[in-house]
């Protein structure tokens, strides 16, 4: 069964630097979306992106995150400077189609911010 | 403005037991989606079911059953038979027609104790 490959599954990095987390989508979507998951929270929403370019994202989406889909295959998250806070679970996702089609989440990647 | 509420934090039980997990939702928008996602504690998201809000017919899917009232703004998710497989946490999440979002709920927790 087709699924959503997010790498790595654990990121340690330091406050400050800069790092990027790749995901694979589902290779016939055409939607996907980012999500961040605080230990013990909710899942929270970041942005989404479609035709290569962002369709809609969150107040957390600030200016210390971009997006990217470099190729065809692999859709990426840069974070520019990390801060202690963005320590979380970071879900990758992908849907077929227009939005309200199912979206299917990656295993997550988990970033330490020391 | 949208949101979940999934008063349930934790909820135990013994092997066998049904088991119902509630979401309450809010939504301004007449057209909206449901979902249920589960949470192993391997980590990753887990699709179980969308609804969208012109059908509220009851689904059941083996030993899931999901209980959708409109008038009620509820979204209940009913586990018959429980499982220790069955343990993780559920996310009731909530998606309106014009946002390409999920807003989810805190999660609850089920524990099935064999």
């Known amino acids: 069964e087709p699924e959503v490959t997010q790498t790595p599954s654990h990121q340690v990095t330091q406050m400050g630097q800069e790092v990027i987390l790749r995901c694979v989508p589902i290779?016939?979507?055409?939607?996907f979306y980012w999500y961040r998951q605080i230990l013990g929270q909710k899942v929270e929403f970041l942005v989404s992106?479609?035709?290569?370019?962002?369709?809609?994202k969150s107040e957390i989406f600030d200016d210390q995150f971009s997006v990217e889909r470099p190729d065809g295959s692999n859709f990426t998250l840069k974070i520019r400077s990390t801060k202690l806070e963005d320590s979380a679970m970071y879900f990758c996702?992908?849907?077929?189609?227009?939005?309200?089609?199912?979206?299917?989440f990656g295993a997550g990647t988990r970033l330490s911010v020391l | 403005a949208q949101k979940v509420t999934q008063a349930q934090t934790e909820i135990s039980v013994v092997e066998k037991e049904d088991v119902t997990l509630d979401c309450v939702y809010e939504?301004?928008?007449?057209?909206?989606?449901l979902f249920w996602y589960k949470q192993p504690p391997s980590g990753e998201l887990v699709f179980l079911i969308r609804?969208?809000?012109?059908?509220?017919q009851n689904e059941i899917s083996g030993r899931y059953s999901w209980n959708f009232q409109k008038s009620t703004s509820s979204f209940n998710f009913t586990i018959t038979a429980s499982q220790v497989v069955d343990s993780a946490v559920y996310f009731c999440?909530?998606?309106?027609?014009?946002?390409?979002?999920?807003?989810f709920g805190k999660g609850t927790k089920l524990t099935v104790n064999p």
């Open positions: 996702a992908s849907s077929e189609g227009e939005s309200k089609n199912i979206q299917y």
């Open positions: 290779s016939n979507h055409l939607y």
């Open positions: 992106f479609y035709n290569n370019e962002i369709s809609e």
């Open positions: 939504t301004r928008d007449t057209t909206y989606y």
């Open positions: 609804r969208n809000s012109f059908d509220e």
């Open positions: 999440a909530l998606s309106e027609r014009g946002s390409e979002k999920l807003v």
